[in-house]
C-alpha cells in the first residue's frame, strides 16, 4: 500500500496562489502516473491535471493557463501550482497514483492510490 498525502490547501482570497504538495512513501515515485482530482460539494469529482511516468502533462480546460502540475522525484513529490485563483476552484484536492505505466487518465477510476484530500477555499 503506497500513501499519498496531500498539503498546503487553505484559505485564498480570489486573484491568490497556492501550492499543493502530494507526498508520497514509495521512493520510486517517479515511475508513478499522478493526478490531482477535486471534488466540490454537490458536484461530482473532476479531474484537474496529470503528470506521466514519461513526464507528459494534462490539464482540464478550466485550469489551463492557471495551474501548474510538477514533480521532484528526488523528495518522491508532486506539486500543483495554483495561479489566478476563483471562487469556483474551492474544493477538496485530492492526489492520486497509478502503479503502472499510465497516460494521465481523466476517470477517477483507473488510478490506484489516492491521498487524504486538502481543503481550498477561495473567498470573493
Known amino acids: 500500500q503506497v500513501q499519498l498525502v496531500e498539503s498546503g490547501g487553505g484559505l485564498v482570497q480570489a486573484g491568490g496562489s497556492l501550492r499543493l504538495s502530494c507526498a508520497a512513501s514509495t521512493r520510486t515515485f517517479s515511475m508513478y502516473t499522478v493526478a490531482w482530482f477535486r471534488q466540490a460539494p454537490v458536484k461530482e469529482r473532476e479531474f484537474v491535471a496529470a503528470?506521466?511516468?514519461?513526464?507528459?502533462?494534462s490539464y482540464a480546460n478550466s485550469v489551463k493557463d492557471r495551474f501548474t502540475i510538477s514533480r521532484d522525484s528526488a523528495k518522491n513529490t508532486v506539486y500543483l501550482q495554483m495561479n489566478s485563483l476563483k471562487p469556483e476552484d474551492t474544493a477538496v484536492y485530492y492526489c492520486?497514483?497509478?502503479?503502472?505505466?499510465?497516460?494521465?487518465?481523466?476517470?477517477?477510476?483507473?488510478?490506484?492510490?489516492w491521498g487524504q484530500g486538502t481543503q481550498v477555499t477561495i473567498s470573493s
Open positions: 503528470i506521466t511516468w514519461s513526464g507528459g502533462l
Open positions: 492520486a497514483a497509478e502503479d503502472q505505466m499510465g497516460y494521465g487518465s481523466r476517470w477517477s477510476r483507473d488510478y490506484d492510490y
